[in-house]
């Protein structure tokens, strides 16, 4: 017994040792590598620094702000303002009954529909006119440039055209959809009420399909035609063929699409604010979204504090999505 209790710390500095050795020779490497390289890193330590200030920067001084007690009474101490700790996050956290903080709790629940919705449309919708673009037919080349023109018509014009456009008495939509195809008796309201998200919904998608196809069909066109060929021959179906050939290889492509327009939707705020009273509207708890009413609370109630909680609050909700999605589409993406 004696001599195995004595045999134990002999183990350690083994262990102990190995280590520091196995990390001074990373360091080691590193710094061969930096000395290599040192003009390469030269050139891009301006870059690198601009990033630190522009993003970094911010970051910190908000999650700082969320410790204050921020408000149109301190806004003249700024960073100086009474400092109280997490009691910002602990308000928002528990007092669900406050307006403000049921206002945030409906505008997280319309973002998440919101988000859900517009990414699984504009996916699927742009997935089957890429599968259409990328036949061979006559005007193919003009059908290709008619896509884009929803992409360069800036946002902020997206929410004024389609606000006038989901009017209930003087709208296209409900002229198209009541008068000339006679598909409903009576016009809606699409501006107020329960229909206030699909409103925005639809133009975003709208907005967002010409980027999804050509992303599709750019992924589409490097998939090999040997492969159909060989499918064809063994008898596989149009959609066995697209199942197991045309999705595995464009799913590194739809990842980022996924990840882009998650983020695209999250912090969507030009088309609401646009939409609804050209920028100082309200869209109601139907359809207000997190941007819009963060914005609305820290800059229109002065609430600086609050407003820095919830926008931290959000900031980290974010990073466990990219976090959840990269674990799903790690494999892909390392392969690819």
Do not use: C
Not at 190 to 199: E, K
Not at 273 to 299: C, I, K, T
Request: charged share 10%; glycine share 8%; net charge positive.
């Amino acid at each position: 017994m004696q001599t195995e209790r004595e045999a134990v710390p002999a183990i350690q500095p083994k262990k102990k040792s190995a280590r520091s050795s196995n990390l001074r020779s990373r360091l080691r490497s590193l710094r061969q590598n930096v000395a290599r390289h040192r003009l390469a890193y030269l050139m891009i330590a301006p870059t690198v620094l601009a990033m630190l200030l522009v993003h970094l920067v911010p970051t910190v001084e908000a999650f700082y702000m969320s410790l204050l007690n921020l408000n149109q009474y301190t806004l003249g101490q700024f960073l100086a303002a009474p400092f109280v700790g997490l009691a910002n996050y602990r308000f928002l956290l528990t007092t669900p009954d406050n307006p403000i903080v049921s206002g945030l709790g409906n505008a997280a629940r319309n973002t998440m529909i919101y988000t859900l919705t517009v990414n699984a449309g504009t996916l699927g919708v742009g997935m089957i006119t890429a599968l259409l673009l990328n036949r061979s037919f006559r005007g193919r080349g003009l059908a290709r440039t008619l896509l884009l023109m929803p992409w360069v018509v800036p946002t902020y014009a997206v929410g004024l055209l389609w606000g006038m456009m989901w009017l209930r008495d003087r709208g296209v939509v409900n002229m198209l959809l009541v008068d000339w195809l006679h598909l409903l008796s009576d016009k809606p309201f699409w501006l107020i009420g329960p229909n206030t998200l699909w409103a925005i919904i639809i133009p975003t998608i709208w907005r967002q399909l010409p980027f999804s196809t050509v992303m599709l069909l750019s992924a589409l066109q490097t998939v090999p035609l040997d492969l159909y060929d060989a499918a064809a021959i063994d008898g596989a179906s149009a959609w066995q063929r697209f199942r197991y050939i045309t999705l595995p290889l464009i799913r590194p492509v739809v990842a980022i699409m996924l990840l882009w327009g998650a983020i695209f939707t999250v912090f969507g705020y030009n088309i609401v604010v646009m939409m609804f009273g050209n920028g100082g509207g309200y869209p109601g708890e139907w359809g207000d979204l997190l941007m819009p009413a963060l914005e609305r609370q820290s800059f229109r109630y002065w609430l600086f504090g609050l407003g820095a909680a919830a926008s931290t609050m959000m900031m980290f909700g974010m990073m466990v999505l990219v976090m959840v999605w990269y674990r799903i589409f790690r494999t892909s993406l390392i392969q690819e």
